[in-house]
């Protein structure tokens, strides 16, 4: 078991930029991956970035690629955000996925990007 705190949300204008941080309580490379994934309203959760625990691959869905970067450390994940748009906006949860299969989720955090 894990547990996972996210922070780092909040209000931004178009053209920000936010730094979220997902604390686990143990070290990340026991997991094959973590992720970032959001939620906004009326939506489906959709991924945002996944990195490998080991080797710290990367991936990133199409519409925040060249804009977000995620990363990690012993027992933090980080997303950087930038050039935020309003389509951005919203619950951003991370991830840990284990090599069996079974993922484990922050309360997650929310993101508002507002004119």
């Known amino acids: 078991q894990v547990q996972l705190v996210e922070s780092g949300g909040g209000l931004v204008q178009p053209g920000g930029s936010l730094r979220l941080s997902c604390a686990a309580s143990?070290?990340?490379?026991?997991?094959?991956?973590m992720g970032w994934y959001r939620q906004a309203p009326g939506k489906e959760r959709e991924l945002v970035a996944t990195?490998?625990?080991?080797?710290?691959t990367t991936n990133y869905a199409d519409s925040v690629q060249g804009r977000f970067t995620i990363s990690r450390d012993n027992t933090m994940v980080y997303l950087q955000m930038n050039s935020l748009k309003p389509e951005d906006t919203a619950v951003y949860y991370c991830?840990?996925?284990?090599?069996?299969?079974?993922?484990?989720w922050g309360q997650g955090t929310q993101v508002t990007v507002f004119s």
């Open positions: 990195i490998r625990a080991s080797g710290g």
């Open positions: 143990r070290s990340i490379f026991s997991f094959k991956a």
């Open positions: 991830n840990a996925a284990t090599y069996s299969g079974v993922s484990h």
